[in-house]
Each structure stands twice: as C-alpha cells, then as structure tokens.
C-alpha cells in the first residue's frame, strides 16, 4: 500500500517549509519514527519523523530552495500489506 508523506505543520502558525535535507533515498527502508527529512521553517530546523515502516518508493519534491505548502506531498513509501 502506498502513503503519501506529507509537509507537516510543525508549528501553529506555519503555513509553509523548505525541505532542506533527506536523510533516505529512493528504495531505502524507513522505518516508523525515523527521522525522515530535514525542514526549514521560519522559527527553526526540525526533523520529521515516518509516520510509517516501509521502503522510500518516491521523492517528490527535492530542490532545496522550493517552498512547500504544509499539507503538500512530498513523498511516497511502500508499505506491507
């Protein structure tokens, strides 16, 4: 089954991020709760974490300068089952 990962919102007010940094490439395994990514909002640098286990199929968005909507798709893992 394929989940779609998303721009979180990290914040109250955040409308928007830049991913600046993955920390897995495509047909990686990712497992729940490993840190994933690396965004840039306007506060601060955060993590974000798979919300699943399974193997990194697509990176969506990978230029380092585009902003992202929260919400957004920003990537697809596989998942068992």
Known sequence: MEVEVVMPRL??????????EWFKKEGDTVNKDE??????T????????AEVTGV?????????KQEILVGKSV???ETEG
Do not use: P, Q, R
């Open 75 to 77: 990537a697809i893992i």
């Open 35 to 40: 840190a994933l990514f690396l965004v840039d």
């Open 56 to 64: 990194l199929k697509k990176i969506l968005v990978n230029d380092k």
């Open 42 to 49: 306007e506060k601060a640098a955060l993590e974000v974490e």
């Open 11 to 20: 914040g109250s007010e955040m409308t928007k991020g830049t991913i600046i």
